[in-house]
């Protein structure tokens, strides 16, 4: 259940998550402006899904993305982590119309909790730079990555690109929304080695 949030407004020490009113903040700002960000995101992601594929969004926030490929893709079986319980709690409100359910859990990259091999794809929008240890990240990821799996990155240019050593970069490309052209944005893709 949703917990009472003014009780501990902080950001969480745990480096990079987004709790309490920021969280808030975060939820109403990506519920606006979500949608025109993520519109071509979601569809180059669901360019990139094969059929009823396993989607892992990793530092899923408010879980705005997932929204947008459930119904572009009703095919795929969504997931989704991100460290902050509070943002697994607005994600969880703002995805409970979608059936199946994705599978939503609080949880640190650096330590997935998910079966090795259990995903086509992973994809993470604006997190990576968060990521107190994006090399475990990355490992964790090719963990979790089916063979010929891919992970498909989406940040700042300040992204941690160049520590995902268990992965093999087949792209990196600038990648701009007509819809918010002041985010730049890096598309970074990767295959399971
Ligand atoms: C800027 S938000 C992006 C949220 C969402 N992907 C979006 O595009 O709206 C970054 C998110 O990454 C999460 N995060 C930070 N470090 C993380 C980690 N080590 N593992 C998982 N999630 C993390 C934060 O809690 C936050 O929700």
């Known amino acids: 259940m949703p917990h009472d949030h003014h009780d501990h407004d902080h950001h969480d020490r745990r480096h990079g998550a987004i709790e309490g009113r920021h969280s808030h903040r975060y939820n109403r700002i990506a519920r606006l402006l979500g949608p025109l960000q993520y519109r071509r995101i979601a569809a180059d992601i669901a360019a990139a899904a094969p059929e009823s594929a396993a989607v892992l969004d990793v530092g899923t926030g408010p879980g705005i993305l997932l929204r947008i490929l459930a119904k572009r893709r009703p095919d795929l079986r969504l997931a989704g982590v991100d460290l902050a319980r509070d943002m697994i709690d607005h994600a969880a409100r703002n995805l409970a119309h979608l059936d199946p359910a994705p599978d939503l859990r609080t ?3 650096a330590a997935l909790p998910f079966d090795d091999a259990a995903f086509d794809l992973v994809v993470t929008t604006y ?3 968060h990521w107190s240890d994006p090399e475990t990240g990355g ?3 090719a963990r979790v990555l089916k063979d010929g799996g891919r992970l498909l990155d ?4 300040r992204g941690p ?3 995902f050593d268990d992965l093999a ?3 990196r490309t600038p990648f701009r929304s007509p819809w918010m052209p002041f985010m730049r944005t890096v598309r970074f893709e990767a295959a399971k080695r």
């Open 107 to 109: 949880a640190d990259v």
């Open 127 to 129: 997190s990576s730079h």
């Open 139 to 141: 490992a964790e990821i």
């Open 154 to 157: 989406y940040d700042f240019p």
């Open 161 to 163: 690109f160049d520590a």
């Open 169 to 171: 970069e087949t792209a």
